[in-house]
């Protein structure tokens, strides 16, 4: 894709048809989680989008451009496939909001970058998608008929041509036969309430889930989103810029009950793809979510195996990224411990590898 100039008028503000496709690009990344973090935990849904769509709104008139606030993946997985508490996620938000604003302003995300290793943030990646494959694929045997109508919806949304759009069908799907089982739910607005940690939640659990999350935002949500935002837009926005806001967004938002947040460069190229070119689409995804919000008590009557093959097909996205590694065996080791102990232990072990492998080359040489 060419480079689209728009650095020098970036307080420009469109509404366009096209701003409005890209926003509903970038929800693809978005609402899967979202709504199955709030069918399967006692975390409010309400609050969630309204974290979302207020952050959308302050990043993207903050940066004038369409930057994308998604959830925190390795966390939101942890907590959908249970290893994670909803106090935990309380915690690893704000250990990861606290080290995210540490490093952003005092420029130490490159240095970190190095140690943890690309092969190993994908590793991650994969291991969050297995993760979410096994919660996926255990919700569907629940009901095998309903998973099957979700699996051909997204087989034909795929053969139309649409794939990134499949999950955000088949949720589309469930939603329906959500409200048709409770009827049009009453619009009301979310209470905010303050949730402050207590020292019980300080767990071995919470502090490996947050360095495991570290390692895909280093990667994905700081460094490849902001070479994303200056290949399609012309933007001088650095990672540290990217880490700083991330820390500062979850320190405000999660004790308000927001699912931990961070940008993300499959956000952007969902923007960027679908027609989003100012921050235009950053209100109008923000004034969406904030609609949602005001509606979501259909969310418990939400059919689980269509929620099922939702994660299915999240975790194959993600998973699809993950096999863009410099070195394979090392992210399917990853990968592979993650899933068979948890993701916090992968991490640690993979940067013990990494950092070895650097060492003691060329014996371990990438070739």
């Known amino acids: 894709m060419g480079t689209v100039s728009i650095a020098e008028d970036r307080d420009a503000l469109s509404f366009s048809p096209g701003e409005l496709a890209g926003a509903l690009g970038d929800s693809v990344t978005v609402l899967p989680i979202v709504v199955a973090v709030g069918a399967l935990t006692e975390l409010s849904l309400a609050r969630m989008l309204l974290g979302f769509g207020a952050f959308q709104v302050v990043w993207g008139l903050w940066y004038g451009l369409p930057v994308s606030v998604e959830p925190m993946k390795a ?57 979410l494959l096994r919660t996926g694929v255990g919700l569907g045997v629940g009901d095998p008929t309903l998973a099957l109508l979700g699996v051909v919806a997204a087989g034909a949304t795929v053969i139309a041509g649409y794939r990134r759009a499949s999950a955000l069908v088949v949720l589309g799907l469930g939603l329906a036969l959500a409200l048709a089982a409770t009827g049009v739910p009453e619009l009301a607005l979310p209470s905010l309430t303050l949730t402050l940690p207590a020292p019980a939640d300080f767990t071995a659990g919470a502090a490996e889930a947050t360095a495991a ?7 994905n949500a700081a460094v490849a989103t902001a070479l994303l935002l200056s290949q399609y837009y012309d933007a001088d926005v650095s990672p540290d810029e990217l880490a700083t806001s991330m820390g500062a967004m979850n320190l405000a938002a999660v004790p308000l009950g927001a699912l931990p947040m961070c940008h993300g460069s499959g956000g952007v190229a969902g923007k960027y793809a679908f027609g989003a070119r100012t921050a235009g689409a950053n209100v109008l995804l923000g004034g969406l979510y904030g609609l949602a919000a005001l509606g979501t008590a259909a969310v418990s009557a939400f059919p689980m195996a269509v929620l099922g093959v939702v994660l299915a097909l999240v975790a194959v996205e993600l998973g699809r990224s993950a096999y863009g590694t410099d070195h394979l065996p090392t992210t399917l080791a990853v990968g592979a411990l993650g899933l068979l102990t948890n993701v916090g232990v992968a991490f640690i072990v993979g940067v013990g590898w ?9 014996a371990f040489s990438r070739r």
């Open 354 to 362: 990494w950092v070895v492998r650097g060492q003691f080359g060329p």
């Open 213 to 219: 999350q570290l390692a895909m935002t280093v990667g």
């Open 75 to 131: 966390l939101a997985a942890l907590t959908i496939g249970g290893a994670l508490g909803a106090d935990e996620l309380v915690i690893a938000g704000l250990l990861a909001g606290a080290v995210l604003l540490g490093i952003g302003t005092t420029g130490s995300l490159g240095r970190i970058a190095e140690y943890v290793g690309e092969p190993v943030t994908r590793g991650v990646q994969l291991a969050v998608a297995l993760i």
